[in-house]
């Protein structure tokens, strides 16, 4: 039986950048306005967050912002996050506090979905990060400009500690953590089985586009520009929801998130 009560999306920041960034090889030129997305699920063994979203330091602090996001590389201007969207605000707004956050899932490092780190542990979360080790790793070579060590440091300069998990397990009975490889390294997906309708299959960036799913197109970017990886996960995504019932929550889609029960309304 599940243990999961409820469960919110949290919009952490808006992103306007190309949307060939989330179609491999496609729509070069065609900018699109993306949400950066986090989650919040209450179970009976806890709260866990599936990500973090930004850190809005770096955002920002005009010398941070130029430092992290003026890469050429990076190709991609600063989201707007404002304090509506940092997740504490989110928490308190629910009566939490990050102390009250048990666990936190990191679906992959890249700085939109890990950034929050630091900040959340400056409020006083103490939980638990659950981080995939072939993620960790991939992280730690430098070459994906997307990876900023700087959001996994504490303020001591040293790593934030993690745990480590390989493959595919059971978080808290009713929560899956589902292997999605392709986007990066050690991506990982979750379903989750809510107490009531259909069960929740979190895409993460495996698909940031409702057209990833449909069409079957791979995000833009690609761990070691492994299309074969990103497109078997997608294809594992639309099986595990044709087995389960589940529906795909696609992860930065600004339609499909308007779609969804604003905040602070929960599925249940």
């Known amino acids: 039986m599940t243990q999961v009560r409820k469960l919110w999306p949290l919009l952490t920041a808006l992103h306007r950048y190309d949307k060939s960034i989330s179609t491999w090889r496609r729509n070069q030129g065609q900018m699109i306005d993306a949400p950066i997305l986090a989650y919040l699920l209450e179970t009976a063994n806890g709260r866990i967050l599936y990500d973090v979203g930004c850190d809005h330091t770096k955002v920002h602090d005009p010398a941070l912002r130029a430092r992290w996001y003026g890469s050429p590389a990076l ?6 996050m404002d304090e509506e969207h940092r997740i ?15 666990l936190i899932f990191i679906g992959h490092l890249h700085f939109d979905h890990a950034g929050g780190l630091k900040e959340l542990r ?3 979360c103490g939980a638990e990060i659950q981080v ?14 997307a990876y900023w060590n700087d959001d996994w440091m504490g303020e001591d300069g040293l790593p934030l500690q993690m745990r480590f998990t390989s493959g595919e397990y059971t978080v808290v009975p009713g929560v ?25 299959l979190l895409a993460g960036d495996a698909a940031d586009l409702q057209e990833n799913l449909d069409e079957e197109i791979a995000p833009g970017g690609l761990w070691q520009e492994r299309e074969d990886l990103a497109l078997a996960s ?5 099986s595990l929801s044709r087995e389960t ?9 600004l339609a499909f998130y308007r779609s969804l029960r604003p905040f602070p309304q929960a599925y249940e």
Do not use: F, Y
């Open 245 to 253: 019932g589940a529906v795909i929550w696609p992860n930065h889609d």
């Open 88 to 102: 504490p605000h989110h928490l308190a707004r629910l009566g939490l506090t990050p102390a009250d956050v048990d």
């Open 75 to 80: 190709n991609m201007a600063p989201p707007q």
């Open 132 to 145: 995939q080790q072939a993620e960790w790793n991939a992280a730690q070579t430098g070459e994906d400009v």
């Open 176 to 200: 899956q953590a589902v292997s999605t490889p392709g986007h990066t390294a050690g991506h990982m997906s979750m379903l989750i089985e809510l107490p009531e309708g259909a069960p929740v």
């Open 122 to 124: 400056r409020c006083g």
């Open 234 to 238: 997608i294809r594992k995504l639309k």
